[in-house]
Nanobody
């Protein structure tokens, strides 16, 4: 399964960016999808997830109130009020379950990631 995350780039602190996660049709229509990120020298961490219907979401405390995950045939991560500490490679991933989870072990398929750099 090939997932393609896009939308990264250089953003000033306080700015916004929207990431997209695309996949072949029906790849994740019955599965939750999550966003993770990995900053240089750090472990990959959970950011946000949305359930298979799009009716339930789950966020890391560090992004609550700033990031919004949504989906139609593509999964999006709207990032507002970006901070330098949000700088990382962002990955989308498809869960083996229909419900949201922050546990990396629940995710089967991973995209290649897109780099978001937030300048101060």
């Amino acid at each position: 399964v090939q997932l393609q995350a896009s939308g990264g780039g250089l953003v000033q602190a306080g700015g916004s960016a929207r990431l997209s996660c695309a996949a072949p049709k029906r790849t994740f229509s019955n599965n939750a999808v999550g966003w993770f990120r990995q900053a240089p020298g750090k472990d990959r961490e959970f950011v946000a997830a949305i359930n298979w219907r799009g009716g339930a979401t789950h966020y890391a405390d560090s992004v609550k109130g700033r990031f919004t995950v949504s989906r139609d045939n593509t999964v999006y991560l709207q990032m507002n009020n970006l901070k330098p500490e949000d700088t990382a490679v962002y990955y989308c991933a498809v869960s083996r379950y229909p419900t949201t989870s922050g546990d990396r072990q629940h995710y089967l398929y991973w995209g290649q990631g897109t780099l978001v750099t937030v300048s101060s």
